[in-house]
């Protein structure tokens, strides 16, 4: 039986650097977009009801209404896209960005199991899934997987640097 080869030994790290810019860039992104659109009127509603159903964050809509559950949500978003940025350039602060990426995205996908209209009756229910609900949420499936990934090389990268800054002491 052939072992696994990890990504990491079985590319160049130039090549492994390229890859984890392009998914740290892309989730940059993807937040900046997402946290900014969370400030809209649009958005907020658009979401109210993966809130109102969540376990996890019904207590924004009654701390903050709709549109301020919403604000909040944007902000943790855009907080997560600059710790992202930063993160190009310091170990820690990858890490933490990678971190509260994978944390957004695993919140997400709690809404599969809590949301009315995920699964589509006319379709025979689970694990037929709406459009305008199940699918929507399934993209988050691959931004957690990134987000998983990037996190993986950024502990990985910042372990190896602290490392090396101990043997050299």
């Given amino acids: 039986m052939k072992p696994i080869v990890s990504l990491a030994t079985a ?3 130039a090549a492994i650097h390229d890859q984890t810019a392009l998914l740290r860039w892309s989730l940059v992104v993807v937040f900046l977009w997402f946290g900014g659109m ?22 924004l809509h009654l701390a903050f209404g709709v549109r301020g559950a919403s604000g909040v949500i944007g902000m943790l978003e855009l907080a ?12 820690g602060v990858s890490v933490l960005g990678a971190a509260m990426s994978c944390a957004t995205y ?28 199940g699918q929507f949420l399934l993209k988050d499936l691959v931004l957690l997987a990134a987000s998983i990934v990037l996190l993986g090389m950024s502990l990985a990268h910042w372990k190896a640097a602290r490392d090396q800054s101990q043997s050299a002491v």
């Fill in 11 to 13: 590319q160049p790290k």
């Fill in 38 to 59: 969370k400030f809209t009127l649009y958005e907020a509603q658009g979401i109210a009801p993966f809130i109102e159903h969540s376990p996890i964050m019904s207590w």
């Fill in 80 to 91: 997560t896209a600059a710790a992202l940025a930063t993160g190009a350039f310091h170990r």
């Fill in 106 to 133: 695993a919140i997400t996908l709690t809404f599969f199991f809590t949301t009315p209209g995920v699964a589509e009756p006319t379709a025979g229910g689970f694990p037929a899934i709406s459009a305008s609900i």
